[in-house]
């Protein structure tokens, strides 16, 4: 069996970036093992009355933990079940946490592939399909952390964002800009395939977000005002 490449730095900084937004808060590492340990789902109402919270606090550790994919949530009465009204968010572990460990591994070669496949396609339609691509896995990921219609801000709903990017290897976060909001990814996990295809590749991140969006809050278009391929310290997505 072959052993895994090593992290280089920027990927070992992205990884454990990944874990600390996760569980570097010591309430949210015992609210996730108290989940593990639970037989059924648990609400962020019991959550909240367990560790003597807020419940918006005990929603925003339960939203950073299903963020980063180490929790489920579905919709229904603790049995299982859906309920006709308004039920209740249920939080379970996801699978994640039979091999808890850093985010995955970009794959370069598999990356530079499909990006080169892309490029074969007129550079229009070639964006449009990376773009389209990343937009169902952003929608499917927001579907994940909200099944029901979501009615966030847009600030909190770009939180939420940034933390699922984190955990896929971006080490994103959001900052405002005068009258507006942008995503910071700091790092982006397709290594080289992205300085090689950058406009395949970035309409993939672009797709990515949103997705995430349009499942959290509704359709958006973000644009890229500065990415790393082209030279900049950063990817900054403005929204």
Known sequence: MTAPLPLDADEFSAAVTAV????????????????????????????????????????????????????????????????????????????????????????????????????????????????????????????????TDGHRTVKAALAVVADALTAHGFAAHTESVGTSLTIVNDHCPFGEAANLYPHVVCAVDRGMIRGLMAGLYGETQPHFESTRPDGGDHCVARV
Not at 37 to 54: C, K, P, Q, S
């Open 20 to 147: 600390t937004s996760a569980f570097g808060d010591p309430t949210r590492r015992d609210i996730y093992l108290l989940i593990r340990d639970a037989t059924e789902g648990i609400t962020a109402g019991e959550v909240a009355e367990r560790f003597n919270l807020h419940p918006n606090v005990a929603r925003h550790h339960l939203e950073k933990l299903t963020a980063g994919g180490y929790l489920v949530v579905a919709v229904g009465r603790a049995d299982g079940t859906r309920a006709a009204g308004r039920p209740s968010k249920q939080y379970r572990v996801s699978e994640l946490d039979h091999s808890l460990n850093f985010p995955p591994r970009r794959d370069n070669l598999l990356g530079t592939l499909l990006a080169r496949a892309l490029e074969k396609l007129p550079t229009d339609e070639a964006e449009a399909l990376a773009e389209e691509v990343g937009f169902d896995y952003g929608r499917g990921l927001a579907a994940r952390i909200e099944p």
